[in-house]
């Protein structure tokens, strides 16, 4: 069947077939040609894909991000960001990428972060004297911290295939995901000096910020609400997904009343659009792990990975690699849910622990979205920023740098992931 499976497959992603239908397809034809299993049996394995506690955080955040993103909670944290730092030389870069990693802990999504607070510093960065490939870069890295600062979609679909931990998972994003935020802040300031742009705006005012902190409050403190209940254990990390919604529509309806009845249609749209396509992977993909079960591919690689070698290490960088080859030609929550089946026993079976293997994997997946052909968040910056393609790229290569130094200290330096959860969360 996986001869089938994989060549059908190929061939749907080459000629352009959605990947969803891509891989449904792909499995139903290896079921129907390659065995004498019921064909009912890829209905049954794509509604148990989509039949998990867990996986409800992420249309749970999905929406959260859209009431709150409509509530224009956005620009009340940008304009504290504003208050902060935007007096530095290249400050104005800074608050783009702070005002990110603040929206990035709300959302859970890099597609949602990019829209909420890209689409509002673009003119600014443009009157600064960036040039618009440099933003599209700088947009694509910092929105791409929303699947590594949690709460994040990634990690989500990864708790509920592997049944970790959701929680360890969210506070283990939390130090990566900030070390990347400051490099870029630094990626800022560099540009700045070097080309004379940006050379930073007004003076630092204590009562500027605090007025801007008081009314960016309520909006502030929603990614401690998120991770804060989590942590405590008043409420799981599915639950969480459903606090954040009720506390955007309370912020958006009575405290900052930016929210109307008729908006709700609009954000409940997009919100179903976004959820469908995220359980339509998952439902969809679980065909695959079937099929993977079925003809016990988890064993055939890893005894032909420990023919290779036996080094953990070793294992896991081959598996990174391969995610991130595969994440270049195929939607990255697409590829967790269908890598993860397969290599997750593995790395555990091989003592490798699985919290700093989840972190470094959900961090991974985001170099599939700054990179072509596929590249989700880069042709989104792009497009925001309405840069074009060839100088985009040349930008945002220091970019998926600095998410491949982090992602590699993370690993050779497990404490940078582990330290927090286990302090918080027990060992």
């Not at 509920?160 to 939390?174: A, E, N, P």
């Not at 959900?362 to 910056?381: D, H, R």
């Amino acid at each position: 069947m996986i001869p089938i499976a994989v060549i059908t497959l190929l061939v749907f992603l080459v000629v352009g077939v959605p990947v969803s239908f891509a891989i449904g397809l792909s499995g139903l034809l290896a079921i129907l040609l390659g065995s004498d299993i019921a064909p009912f049996m890829a209905v049954q394995q794509a509604v148990r894909g989509m039949n998990s506690f867990s996986l409800m955080a992420g249309p749970l955040f999905i929406l959260a991000g859209e009431i709150l993103g409509g509530a224009k909670l956005s620009k009340r944290i940008l304009d504290f960001c504003r208050a902060c730092i935007s007096q530095v030389r290249g400050g104005l870069g800074m608050v783009s990428v702070l005002a990110n990693m603040i929206f990035a802990g709300i959302s859970g999504s890099g597609a949602a972060t990019m829209s909420a607070v890209g689409s509002l510093t673009v003119p600014e960065l443009r009157a600064a004297g960036y040039k618009r490939s440099f933003i599209a870069a700088l947009i694509a890295g910092s929105g791409a911290l929303g699947p590594i600062i949690p709460p994040s979609t990634n990690m989500i679909v990864f708790a509920s295939l592997t049944g970790f931990s959701i929680g360890k998972l969210f506070i283990g994003g939390l130090i990566p995901g900030i070390i990347i935020g400051i490099c870029l802040m630094f990626l800022c300031r560099w540009y700045a000096k070097k080309y004379n742009v940006d050379a930073g705006s007004g003076s630092f005012s204590w009562k500027t910020v605090w007025k801007a902190f008081k009314n960016a409050f309520f909006a502030l403190i929603t990614p401690l609400i998120i991770v804060g209940g989590v942590i405590s254990g008043v409420f799981t990390a599915t639950e969480s997904g459903i606090v954040a919604c009720l506390y955007g529509l309370i912020c958006g309806f009575f405290i900052y009343r930016t929210l109307h009845l008729k908006d709700l249609v609009t954000i409940f749209k997009r919100a179903a659009s976004s959820s469908a396509m995220l359980m339509m992977i998952m439902g969809i993909s679980n065909i695959y792990s079937y099929i993977f079960a079925r003809e016990n591919l988890a064993t055939t690689i890893k005894n032909f990975m420990l023919s290779v070698t036996s080094d953990p290490n070793l294992v896991v960088l081959i598996i990174i690699v391969l995610m991130l080859i595969i994440g270049c030609f195929m939607e990255t929550l697409a590829a967790t849910a269908v890598i993860i089946p397969i290599v997750y026993p593995i790395v555990v079976g091989l003592g490798v622990d699985p919290l700093v293997f989840g972190v470094i994997f959900s961090i991974a997946t985001v170099v599939g979205g700054l990179t072509p052909p596929v590249g989700l968040y880069l042709f989104l910056s792009m497009n925001i920023a309405d840069a074009p393609f060839k100088d985009a790229v040349k930008y945002v290569a220091p970019v998926v740098l600095i998410v491949l130094v982090v992602m590699l200290l993370g690993y050779l330096f497990p404490p940078i992931i582990t330290f927090v959860p286990n302090l918080l969360m027990g060992a």
